[in-house]
């Protein structure tokens, strides 16, 4: 590893330490609070869709999300460690069989939809065997 990647994985994991990162990974919904500057007013601003692209390339990584506003699609690409982003939040996971969406581009309505990733049952065995109930 040369030196500049080493810089680059400190300061990965200096930003990582601040404000963690969810895993999520293409077709989850994502929900990412960004702080946007109107002329002398700062506020936050919620930006929610559909992820359909992740560039993991360390302190340059980024992720694509898209959603349908007004009837329109709008997409914007994030780059993961920006100190703008306040907050990523994943909402729910979708399930798909691509690294890259850029399908759903070309789609619209219900055709655009994602299944969502079923829920795991699992339960911790303490609880999947339960007592017998018989005293003896």
Same mark, same amino acid.
């Given at each position: 590893?040369?030196l500049?990647?080493?810089?680059?994985r400190?300061?990965?994991? *200096?930003l990582?330490?601040n404000?963690?990162?969810p *895993?999520?990974?293409?077709?989850?919904?994502v929900?990412?609070m960004?702080?946007v500057?109107?002329?002398e007013?700062e506020?936050?601003?919620?930006f929610e869709?559909v992820c /359909?692209?992740r *560039?993991?390339?360390?302190?340059?990584?980024?992720?694509?999300?898209? *959603? /349908?506003s007004?009837?329109?699609?709008?997409?914007r690409?994030?780059?993961?460690?920006?100190?703008?982003i306040?907050?990523i939040?994943?909402?729910?996971?979708g399930?798909?069989r691509?690294?890259?969406?850029?399908?759903?581009?070309?789609?619209?309505?219900?055709?655009a939809? /994602?299944?969502?990733?079923a829920?795991?049952?699992?339960?911790?065995?303490a609880?999947?065997a339960?007592?017998?109930?018989?005293?003896e």
């Amino acid at each position: 590893m040369n030196l500049l990647q080493q810089i680059e994985r400190e300061q990965v994991e *200096k930003l990582a330490a601040n404000r963690p990162v969810p *895993k999520f990974e293409p077709g989850d919904m994502v929900r990412v609070m960004v702080r946007v500057i109107e002329g002398e007013r700062e506020r936050v601003q919620a930006f929610e869709g559909v992820c /359909i692209a992740r *560039k993991n390339a360390g302190i340059n990584s980024n992720f694509t999300l898209r *959603k /349908i506003s007004y009837g329109e699609g709008v997409e914007r690409v994030f780059p993961l460690y920006s100190p703008r982003i306040t907050a990523i939040e994943v909402v729910r996971r979708g399930v798909v069989r691509r690294a890259k969406l850029y399908y759903l581009r070309g789609r619209t309505g219900k055709r655009a939809r /994602i299944v969502e990733r079923a829920r795991s049952s699992l339960r911790p065995a303490a609880e999947a065997a339960p007592a017998s109930t018989n005293p003896e």
